[in-house]
């Protein structure tokens, strides 16, 4: 029997206030017998679970639809209004024309459509005094480091002092009556909020409304707040935070990027049980004062002085005659959505593994692992006693704290006791990076329970598990995740810690695949790339970093292709055809201002701004070695060309698919007489320029294989080392494994000497550094202008060993997304087991092996509804099962062909197992 399981809408199961107007359902199938296949499907939205279940004044029924498919299906029914919930479940019918059980009923919700839907206006907060600003002296000065970045880094945290505000609260009471049915808020801020009504918090996110280019596009979030309300007298509460809208961003120290005053628009409806109607928005009625935040700001951290609370000031009944009214900005609802995706969510708690006692009151926390988030403190104390939490992801060589990689972010909370017992505090708009805390001025001894690890990040579901018979190896992989899991807050950043923390479009690009490999990232990147289409210049730049702060018309090679890349590598891993019909017009306007000033194929021209070549990263962090910039630009001019001509193709446009396909070869002809002499040299003769043209389809096919024999040399000249950058990085093991020497990609794998990704292991890394000499035995710390230890760029490696080592890939056309998938793996008996699990959208594939004295065996298991074309890697005259490979017949397996050295068949959803011996 099939079951219908994991129903989503848009990504999101069971989504509250979304604004898509045709929303898309998703849905997978379960069953134990081999081969189950979908021939069609019936879907049924109403109104209420009860006409659901009756089946009657249906909104509507897509009747039986003879189709295969399970994901993206749009809704088709008539509009939906604003505030409208919809139910719906789904039939199936399998490969025999069994009609499976309706699904359990899902709904999805909407939020607010119109702009007059909008009732509540913008609460403007008068400037509330300036913060005292009361911090321990810390910055310590140390040799080698340029002297005028640190004075600039004190001076920016002096002017933050100078200048830092205290958090406004503002509240409203308000009447409920008898007989309410349900309520929502809708709620927003310039700056970020945190709402609470009847002093209950509302929600469980963070950060909100997230970071978007606030002047093109501000997110509102819808809340079921029913629970929380009382007949009688209620009250709302906001506290304002700066946040992104004004808090210190970037090296540059950068304050008020989006404007000056915070800001907040709420709007919560009631509904009655008679269909009435009442609503209390956020107007001139009401007040504002400051209570314990001193400040709070994502770089420099948060000071909370618990003595300044204002007990009851978010409940009904509070004394609010000193609170200041409120000023009114008439609202323009236009730049208003709805959230897509899930807000930052507490993920996990750590507890210390370590604390040591540096000096009477002084302690270092170490949590074993490199984190993002903030840490739960519990104290008791006397009134006034201010606990002081430093943060940093290394120790020096004397064991105390390292913390001048952070440069401009102070990343300290402080919190202040108002005494008379147990106090808990976790900050409001702050996170940090890091592994270690410092804390001092703490009464009493600190030990595990007063002190914990919160981790966030914006949900994004783990699909994949990685496990082999490495030690190391699993480090790796667990480093990677983390790298992920740190640094996928609202945007995709290059780093959690440092005074950074930017949607760097380079590392976005290099990593994305191996992000879709570990997690559910699709929600989160189509957000994204809905603020890097934003982000484009009116000529037609994309910039390097978005939501772009630091110099909007910049696109680097290589970082503003990830407008490319990033939505095709979606499309490849969800399938997600209307999301590149959206970025199309910013896909082609990329390509075509890049093509108008370099109609030569050579991408010189717009390559970095004002062409001071400032912006011209080339192959970014390499390690002794040189690319030429020119190569790294024009193979991602080729590249992105390739990629346009496909995405063009899956869109329909065969016309531009033609032209973009011209342009690459156009492209190819001139990367070629430019970079790649007749003895398969690329220019530069370094790893990354290797495997740049051979993956992006550059190198002339004759030349591939001594092309591949020069990556290899240059390798083994290198002693067994890389010398990839960000930009070549990811690219490396597959174009090794691709060109026939799987044995050089598990040779750099799993080597752990200097420079490898072994080598930060060996080291205690716990996530990914961003370089590869962040720290060596020789000579210690790299400049702390720029060393991240929790960077995910090169754990870009993670796609090779979802996509290779074990080799769990999708086809690409017609459809993409693991419905028919590609099942490949590349073993090597340096490695002797493998495991890796990843869960598609269409279900769980799972591709297992292991070398056993003298088989070899490889488990799978794919999910109903998708086939895969399988490759078992055997030698010729090996045996599979015991018999030839041609013969080979088993329950959902069908041959097709032998290849050199694998056998290829076909195979339907199941579990298999296959043992090859010689
Ligand atoms: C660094 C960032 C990022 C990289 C750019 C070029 O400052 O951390 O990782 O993409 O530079």
Redesign the pocket.
Known sequence: MTRIVALRCEYAQNPLGIDCEYPRFYWRLESSQRGTRQSAYQILVASSPEALAERTSLLWDSGKVHSEHSTHIAYAGPSLQSRQRVWWQVRIWDEQGQISDYSEPAWWEMGLLQRDDWRGQWMVVPEPEQAAAHFSPHLAQQSGVLAEEIERWQYIQAEFDEKARPCPMVRKEFRVGAGLKQARVYATARGLYLLSLNGQRVGDDYFRPGWTDYHQRLQYQTYDVTSLLVPGENALGVILGDGWYRGVMSWLGQRNFYGQAVQALVQLELEYSDGSREVVVSDESWKTATGALQYSDMLMGEAYDARLEQPGWNQAGFDEAHWQAVTIQPLDATLLVAQYGPGVQKVAELTPQQIRELQPGTYLVDLGQNMVGWMRLRVTGPAGTTVQLRFGEMLQSDGTLYTENLRTARATDLYTLKGGGEEVYEPHFTFHGFRYVEVTGYPGQLTNEHITGIVVQTPTPPTGSLLSSNAMLNQLVHNIEWGQRGNFLEVPT??PQRD?R?G????AQIFARTATYNADVAAFFTRWLSDVADAQSPEGWLP?IVPSIIDPKAG?PA?ADAGIIVPWTLYLAYGDTRLLARQYTSMTRWLEFLVEANPDGRWRKRRNGGGEGQWD?GD?LSIEAETPKDVVADAFFAHSAALLAKIARVLGREDDAMRYDKLFARIQTAFQTSHITSDGRVAGETQTGYVLALRFGLMPEALRPIAAQHLVEDIQRRGGHLSTG?VGVAHLLPALTENGRVDVAYQLLLKDTFPSWGYSIRHGATTIW?RWDGWTAEKGFQTPL?N?FN?Y?FGSVGEWLYRYAAGIETQEMPEAAFKQSILRPFPDPSLQRLRAVYDSIHGRIVSAWAYEESTFTWQIELPPNTTAAVYVPAAPGALINGQEAQVLREEGITFVRREENAAVYTVQAGHYQFMVSM
Not at 504 to 507: L, P
């Open positions: 290059d780093c950074e930017l760097w479009m380079g590392d390097n680097a970082w990263f970014w960000f961003e720029m991240s960077h760029s």
